[in-house]
């Protein structure tokens, strides 16, 4: 009985590690995507997207064919993959075309209120539970964000209202995916996910590449092969590591937690760029910077707690009617 009441437990905790596991990569990915594109001299973003996509499709071939009957089956994998890879491109698409109207502060703000959507979305298909303490998680971590934004200057736009809608196509796009993953996996158990994540760079390459042809002819990013075998490195190792690895560890930990933990979990960034700023560049931040840090910690161990709580609860009542069921077949 010990070891059922604290199964939920550990598995939540180790949905945690996992999170906290892609938000080290994340930040150790910038650095190397900041010396791929300045010290490397290799801008050259697409080109990277389509390595990684090719590296997710590549673990897909190393699956065997035995599915369990509890899990998704190949078809129902290929048309969720199919979902996913329009909602992410969407979501990716606005809030990265929302830096061309908008600052970076008001597009970072913005993109943040993806945790309410997540609990609004969430809450609406009954993958969320909707309580005062998950709203208040989510304002705080909110308001971090707002903090840390504004402590860096930045230049007017042209034409931030666009700007501003696209952000927030972003995160009601993000909203949408977590929750359809969440919805329809349910758990962990239930998905082959090298074999998903396989499917996504397929449909991605297949729905994608008319844009290499655009984009080289257009002169935006003309194509040209990485040079130099430490740049070789860096671009397959971050499209490993940074993505495909990151990405697994990233539905892992939706899966054995919650989406709306995992969209506050994100902004741990924040945080630890601070703390790598102090060790390892001297640099100490504003108080505003620190304050903006701190609430988005509190945001985060504040939906932890009641997650965990639920999950918890969820267990026992569980329990309780299994036991409930062998009595009743005893009688």
């Given at each position: 009985?010990?070891?059922?009441?604290?199964?939920?437990?550990?598995?939540?905790?180790?949905?945690?590690?996992?999170?906290?596991?892609?938000?080290?990569?994340?930040?150790?990915?910038?650095?190397?995507?900041?010396?791929?594109?300045?010290?490397?001299?290799?801008?050259?973003?697409?080109?990277?997207?389509?390595?990684?996509?090719?590296?997710?499709?590549?673990?897909?071939?190393?699956?065997?064919?035995?599915?369990?009957?509890?899990?998704?089956?190949?078809?129902?994998?290929?048309?969720?993959?199919?979902?996913?890879?329009?909602?992410?491109?969407?979501?990716?698409?606005?809030?990265?075309?929302?830096?061309?109207?908008?600052?970076?502060?008001?597009?970072?703000?913005?993109?943040?209120?993806?945790?309410?959507?997540?609990?609004?979305?969430?809450?609406?298909?009954?993958?969320?539970?909707?309580?005062?303490?998950?709203?208040v998680a989510v304002c705080l971590s909110f308001l971090g964000v707002v903090l840390v934004s504004h402590s860096d200057t930045s230049e007017p736009s042209d034409a931030p209202l666009l700007g501003d809608m696209l952000a927030l196509a972003g995160a009601f796009f993000y909203g949408c995916y977590t929750t359809l993953l969440k919805l329809r996996i349910g758990d962990e158990s239930r998905i082959n996910m090298p074999l998903f994540f396989g499917f996504v760079g397929a449909f991605n390459i297949l729905l994608l590449w008319p844009f290499f042809f655009i984009l080289h002819f257009t002169g935006v990013e003309t194509f040209q092969i990485p040079h130099g075998a430490i740049l070789w490195a860096t671009i397959l190792l971050n499209a490993f590591i940074g993505t495909f690895l990151s990405d697994y560890l990233w539905l892992l930990a939706m899966l054995m937690t919650s989406p709306l933990v995992v969209t506050l979990g994100i902004s741990l960034t924040i945080p630890l760029a601070l703390v790598g700023d102090v060790l390892f560049k001297q640099i100490v931040p504003g108080l505003q910077y620190a304050a903006g840090a701190i609430l988005v910690l509190i945001g985060f161990f504040a939906v932890n707690t009641v997650t965990l709580s639920d999950v918890e609860q969820e267990a026992i009542y569980a329990d309780r009617t299994l036991v409930s069921q062998d009595d009743d077949n005893d009688e």
């Open positions: 009985m010990v070891d059922t009441d604290r199964q939920p437990r550990r598995r939540y905790f180790g949905g945690v590690c996992a999170l906290i596991a892609v938000v080290f990569i994340w930040v150790s990915s910038s650095f190397a995507m900041n010396s791929i594109f300045g010290d490397q001299e290799y801008n050259k973003p697409s080109m990277q997207s389509r390595l990684i996509i090719r590296d997710s499709e590549s673990n897909n071939e190393q699956q065997d064919g035995d599915i369990n009957s509890s899990k998704l089956s190949t078809t129902e994998t290929i048309k969720l993959s199919f979902a996913f890879c329009i909602l992410w491109f969407c979501a990716n698409y606005t809030t990265n075309a929302s830096l061309a109207y908008t600052t970076v502060g008001s597009s970072t703000i913005l993109s943040s209120t993806s945790g309410l959507f997540t609990l609004a979305i969430g809450a609406l298909f009954h993958v969320e539970r909707f309580s005062l303490i998950r709203v």
